[in-house]
């Protein structure tokens, strides 16, 4: 039975954080299904949270920093092959503003780094899905639109 034919489907609705700090791009190294992988900090909506405030709050949990968003990067979707898990993935901008080094970090985040451009591309087997570089790849392409293009409706 199809979607259309009453099936119930939903993607994943997730967040990602583009952080930059002197040319450098703060990515998370992260157990995912068995492998190491990086990804830039990022997660899941919750009930009744903005994209802001999901996309502000995953970057303080995944990585103990406090950041100010400056765009909107774009909107992603994917399939993973492996569950055939749809995500839905909106992609933010931002500068990092204060960083808590004492903050217990999410469950199944090993570390935080800063990578290069080149660096993370590098490591672009260990990437967690698709997403993480095409993100990168439209923020260093200048793909930025403001934050204001999204709206919460009550």
């Known amino acids: 039975m199809s979607y259309r034919e009453g099936r119930f489907w939903q993607p994943d609705v997730t967040v990602a954080t583009i952080v930059v700090r002197d040319g450098r791009l703060l990515m998370v190294e ?13 997660g899941h909506l919750e009930p009744d949270e ?24 774009g909107a992603y979707q994917w399939k993973a092959p ?23 970090l999410d469950d199944g985040i090993l570390q935080t780094h800063w990578f290069t451009p080149a ?3 590098q490591v672009r087997a260990r990437h967690r899905s698709p997403l993480v570089w095409q993100a990168v790849e439209d923020y260093l392409g200048g793909r930025r639109y403001p934050l204001d293009m999204l709206h919460q409706l009550a």
């Open 30 to 42: 992260e157990r995912a299904q068995g492998r190491l992988v990086f990804n830039q900090p990022a």
């Open 50 to 73: 903005t994209l802001l405030d999901a996309a502000l709050r995953e970057t303080r949990e995944e990585t103990g920093w406090d950041v100010q968003l400056t765009a909107f990067v």
């Open 82 to 104: 492996e569950t055939g898990r749809h995500y839905l993935r909106f992609a933010f901008a931002a500068e990092p503003v204060r960083h808590d080094p004492a903050r217990t």
């Open 119 to 121: 660096e993370l591309q």
